[in-house]
């Protein structure tokens, strides 16, 4: 079984930076994983995805603003946010999933997803 652990969340001010981190139990060279967030009473959605390759998709509300990224040797993916906004704040979850034949924000949900971590809670205030 696969366990992925994040962390990084907590409060900040709008304008700020925040760094959430991942750490995968199993090697991550063949996944795509990436990152997802969910606030009460909306479906969870897709923030960015890293495929085995490294190409990095960004939800649009985030793109130019977030970086994904993932250190294979430490099994760890990375999601820096920057000039954060109040509509960030949500639950971030981090997620990964193998043989996949795309990894594309759009271009998959959470239901393409086996593996999660618990989230980690992010809250910007204005």
């Known amino acids: 079984q696969v366990q992925l652990m994040e962390s990084g969340g907590g409060p900040a001010q709008a304008g700020g930076h925040l760094k959430l981190s991942c750490v995968l139990s199993l090697s991550s060279r063949k996944w795509c994983m990436g990152w997802f967030r969910q606030v009460p009473g909306k479906a969870r959605e897709g923030v960015a995805l890293?495929?085995?390759?490294?190409?990095?998709s960004y939800a649009d509300s985030v793109k130019g603003r977030s970086a994904i990224s993932k250190d294979i040797d430490k099994n760890t993916l990375y999601l820096d946010m920057n000039s954060l906004k109040p509509e960030d704040s949500a639950m971030y979850y981090c997620a990964a999933q193998d043989a996949l034949p795309i990894c594309i924000v759009g271009g998959l949900t959470d239901a393409d997803f086996s593996y999660w971590g618990q989230g980690t809670l992010v809250t910007v205030s204005s």
């Open positions: 890293i495929g085995p390759d490294g190409w990095r």
